[in-house]
């Protein structure tokens, strides 16, 4: 009885070398005589798959784990496409290589100045987008630390809390969603694998995840915005929340989506040239703000009482000021600290902006959630 996988595998002989990616680039005009439906994709979008698949090869063998997975069907989502002679965005449409002009929404106009480097085309759900990468030959400063600083502590009683005292309950996206989505994945469980059927429900499961996935974003970038409209500087924790979420509160820690919020937080900071740092995570709810003294605390303590100065308030509260005096220590030595000017009034494209050496004093105007 022959074995199925030795004939769905591909298995090399022993004596064959190891295909490399310079041997199957160079294999792919053969690969289009005998599979003439390679020929209907563009040349550079195969080039780019061989690529990516070595790329993916070469990180295993340095990491040792995380063997490419061969993609089934409806698992490759994306296309990339590496470079165009022309512009290829003309009006409201997007031209490409083998294509017609794709009727797109636009979100903004390409800025005088920039080109198109790469257009990657992804699939999520039913729904595709193009993320559009531009290039210009300018180079813009990091921002220096300057204006009034803030420690944020995140957690999941309270999604976020500044020293200054601001506090954002959780929204909980997925919890909130995730009886509709059980009820869908139900029914999808139900359906005749590959048939029509099963491929709308899936469809539906699909949008769903994509719902709760777009609006945990959108508040991500919210949240983030606001933190930069009350400071020149932000400073976060500098944890592995891929650990906390192998715990038993696992769901909840992905729910809440703190690494792609502090990575957010961090792009937006650049971008409105706010200082951004993370500090040493360790002992931040067990110390006090006013005196440095250090008491241990369970979970269940969610007042900060310390017994040497006295001083009072919320758990998260005191844990963000802690957060924002490491962060004030950390840019005090040498060669960090001072003030820069970082206007971006000469680029290309660019309108009036604001100086980044100018700074408000923070409110407490960030964005809240009820619970």
Not at 200 to 210: D, E, F, G, P, S
Not at 353 to 359: A, D, F, K, L, N
């Amino acid at each position: 009885m022959t074995d199925a996988r030795v004939e769905k595998e591909y298995i090399l002989p022993a004596g064959l070398k190891f295909p490399n990616e310079v041997s199957q680039l160079n294999a792919l005009p053969r690969a289009k005589k005998e599979f003439p439906r390679l020929g209907e994709v563009p040349s550079q979008v195969l080039q780019q798959t061989i690529k990516q698949l070595h790329t993916a090869w070469e990180g295993f063998q340095k990491r040792g784990f995380g063997f490419p997975r061969f993609k089934k069907h409806g698992q490759f989502k994306s296309l990339l496409f590496p470079q165009f002679k022309e512009c290829p965005i003309t009006g409201f449409h997007l031209k490409l290589p083998k294509l017609e002009p794709i009727s797109i929404n636009l979100h903004r106009s390409i800025p005088d100045g920039f080109v198109v480097k790469q257009v990657r085309i992804i699939k999520k759900a039913d729904r595709w987008y193009a993320s559009i990468s531009i290039q210009c030959d300018v180079s813009v400063p990091n921002p220096m630390p300057h204006g009034h600083p803030i420690g944020v502590d995140v957690g999941l009683e309270k999604f976020l809390a500044t020293s200054d005292g601001v506090l954002v309950q959780p929204p909980k996206f997925f919890v909130t969603m995730q009886g509709r989505l059980k009820v869908l994945q139900r029914r999808l469980s139900r359906k005749l694998r590959r048939s029509k059927n099963y491929e709308k429900q899936r469809l539906k499961v699909a949008r769903m995840h994509h719902t709760i996935d777009n609006t945990r974003k959108d508040f991500h970038f919210k949240q983030a915005h606001a933190l930069c409209n009350d400071a020149g500087m932000v400073f976060m924790e500098d944890l592995d929340y891929r650990i906390s979420a192998k715990g038993f509160l696992g769901k909840h820690m992905l729910d809440a989506g703190f690494g792609q919020f502090r990575s957010i937080t961090e792009y937006v900071c650049w971008k409105r040239g706010v200082f951004f740092a993370q500090v040493d995570a360790r002992g931040t709810s067990q110390e006090c703000p006013e005196c440095g003294a250090v008491h241990k605390k369970d979970l269940s303590v969610r007042i900060h009482c310390c017994l040497e100065c006295g001083f009072t308030t919320d758990r998260d509260v005191a844990s963000g000021q802690v957060i924002r005096n490491r962060g004030i220590a950390l840019i005090s030595t040498d060669g960090q600290s001072g003030i820069e000017s970082a206007c971006a009034d000469d680029l290309p494209g660019v309108g009036v902006t604001q100086s980044r050496q100018v700074s408000k004093p923070g409110k407490g105007k960030t964005r809240k959630v009820q619970s």
